[in-house]
């Protein structure tokens, strides 16, 4: 047993890790199909086809977002909550959100497994679930590309929902709203889009303290005469 490995699940990371790969892995696939000359076949085309507002092509402008210099401040990028130094038209950011005790738990401590360390002693690992909802939050310069954002992202999450469930995020449900109020940082001719991310997931803790064998018994006391 490897007793340094991780037991801390932590859905912030998961989220931003998984977010910012699935975006270069849209942008590889779409590259690859457009040099071997068959982008009806990339990913983006298989969601977004022929889908226009107006003149608006949504594939056509997807190509522009995601095949951006990656050195370009209009790159895009999933930041975990807002990023201020980031002056471009696209800012796509992740709340934090709320995080509550989850429905599934024991009473008391949920006490999961017990690790041997170097036979000289044991550790309790301790677990509980929470119920978490958090955000994607979209925002930009132009309505149309708001809304083709949106329905990428979530429906990357769709098509990625077994590889989340393998990383600890279960039961994801998704929705989505418009922003009521801009906040103070935000410009007022920007447009928002607000993805939400309900799941549950489980973690798992560690003792401090390893607790000692038992490893000799000492009888006291005096023989009698049969």
């Known amino acids: 047993m490897n007793h340094n ?4 699940r932590s ?4 989220l931003f890790s998984f977010l910012n790969m699935a975006t270069l892995d849209v942008t590889n696939n779409l590259k690859e199909h457009l ?16 889908y226009s507002i107006q003149r608006y092509n949504f594939f056509k402008e997807a190509k522009s977002i995601f095949l951006r210099d990656e050195t370009s401040e209009n790159r895009i990028f999933v930041d975990i909550t807002y990023n201020k130094k980031k002056d471009g038209p696209i800012n796509i950011f992740l709340s934090l ?31 509980r679930r929470f119920d978490r909802n958090m955000s994607l939050y979209i925002y930009t310069e132009n309505s149309n ?17 077994p590889h989340l469930e ?11 709203q418009d922003i009521s109020e801009y906040p103070d ?5 920007f447009f928002f889009r607000q993805l939400n991310i309900n799941f549950n997931y489980e973690t798992e803790v560690p003792e401090i303290n390893v607790k000692s064998f038992v490893n000799c018994f000492q009888l006291f006391g005096l023989p009698t005469l049969q």
Request: no cysteine.
């Open 5 to 8: 490995s991780q037991k801390l």
């Open 11 to 14: 859905p912030d990371i998961i």
């Open 35 to 50: 040099n071997s000359n068959t982008p009806q076949e990339s990913w983006l085309y298989k969601v977004l086809g022929e």
């Open 97 to 127: 959100g709320n995080e509550n005790y989850g429905s599934e738990n024991a009473l008391g401590l949920d006490s999961k497994n017990t690790d041997n360390l170097d036979n000289t002693g044991y550790s309790e690992t301790y677990s």
């Open 145 to 161: 590309e708001t809304v083709l954002l949106y329905d990428v992202y979530k429906s990357l999450i769709i098509a990625f929902t």
């Open 166 to 176: 393998l990383l600890g995020l279960r039961n994801i449900r998704l929705s989505g």
């Open 185 to 189: 940082f935000v410009p007022k001719n």
